[in-house]
C-alpha cells in the first residue's frame, strides 16, 4: 500500500520560511517523479513544484513561475523522502500542500498517488 505522508506545515509571518517533507513507503521512490501542488480554500488544486525520478540524490526540477527563486524541491532517495523548502513567504501561497507521486508534469492526472496535506498558514 503506498503511503505519501506530509509534514512541516505550520503558522508563519510574510517573509519567513518553511520546510515541507513528504515521507514515501509501498513503492520504489527513486523510480517516481514528485510533485507539490497546494490548494487554497474553494480552489482547485495548482502545480508548484516537481523533480524527476533519480536514481541518485538528484533529478531535473522545474516550479510554477510564481514561486521560483522562493521556493526548493528536493529528494532523498536513501530516506524515501521529497522536500519542499520554501523562503520568503507572501500571504498568498497560504494553503493545504499536497505531494503526489507519478510519472511527473504540471496537472494533477499526471500523479497516480497523494498524500493527505499539510496546511501553511502565512500572516501578513
Known amino acids: 500500500q503506498v503511503q505519501l505522508v506530509e509534514s512541516g506545515g505550520g503558522l508563519v509571518q510574510a517573509g519567513g520560511s518553511l520546510r515541507l517533507s513528504c515521507a514515501a513507503s509501498?513503492?520504489?521512490?527513486?523510480?517516481?517523479?514528485m510533485g507539490w501542488f497546494r490548494q487554497g480554500p474553494g480552489k482547485e488544486r495548482h502545480f508548484v513544484a516537481a523533480?524527476?525520478?533519480?536514481?541518485?540524490?538528484?533529478?531535473?526540477?522545474y516550479y510554477q513561475d510564481s514561486v521560483k527563486g522562493r521556493f526548493t524541491i528536493s529528494r532523498d532517495n536513501a530516506k524515501n523522502t521529497v522536500y519542499l523548502q520554501l523562503i520568503s513567504l507572501k500571504p498568498e501561497d497560504a494553503a493545504v500542500y499536497y505531494c503526489?507521486?507519478?510519472?511527473?508534469?504540471?496537472?494533477?492526472?499526471?500523479?497516480?498517488?497523494w498524500g493527505q496535506g499539510t496546511q501553511v498558514t502565512v500572516s501578513s
Open positions: 503526489a507521486a507519478g510519472r511527473g508534469g504540471r496537472s494533477v492526472p499526471e500523479y497516480d498517488y
Open positions: 509501498g513503492l520504489t521512490f527513486s523510480s517516481y517523479a
Open positions: 523533480i524527476s525520478w533519480s536514481s541518485g540524490s538528484g533529478g531535473s526540477t
